[in-house]
């Protein structure tokens, strides 16, 4: 069975920073889209920033110049590195792994989440 988990999460006052990590089991990570969402309370989930299989990277508006999504096929891990937190950054942080298969289908994974609160 597909896991991924993700790890780092936790309380830290605004400015501070945190490094999320998910490691994926089952497949083959480096064929995968990387992907990490994150959802606050009362709202939709929202794309934070994806990692494409030759390490391309794209950031949401709100994640340029703050956080830093890599990975690390050999490990099958993907991270996710956020400076200068903000409240408004709290929210319960998600990994996706997503590929388009040649014959149409799509394979779609998600971790549990892991929750990021920023408060002073």
């Known amino acids: 069975q597909v896991r991924l988990v993700e790890s780092g999460g936790g309380l830290v006052h605004p400015g501070a920073s945190l490094n999320l990590s998910c490691t994926a089991s089952?497949?083959?990570?480096?064929?995968?889209?990387a992907n990490w969402y994150r959802q606050a309370p009362g709202k939709e989930r929202e794309l934070v920033a994806s990692?494409?299989?030759?390490?391309?990277?794209k950031y949401a508006d709100f994640a340029k110049g703050r956080f830093t999504m890599s990975r690390d096929n050999k490990k099958n891990a993907a991270y996710l590195q956020m400076n200068g937190l903000e409240p408004d950054d709290a929210a319960v942080y998600y990994c996706?792994?997503?590929?388009?298969?040649?014959?149409?289908?799509?394979?779609?994974?998600w971790g549990q989440g892991t929750q990021v609160t920023v408060s002073s």
């Open positions: 996706n792994a997503h590929r388009d298969w040649y014959a149409g289908d799509v394979s779609d994974f």
């Open positions: 089952v497949i083959v990570f480096r064929l995968y889209d």
């Open positions: 990692i494409g299989t030759k390490g391309g990277v």
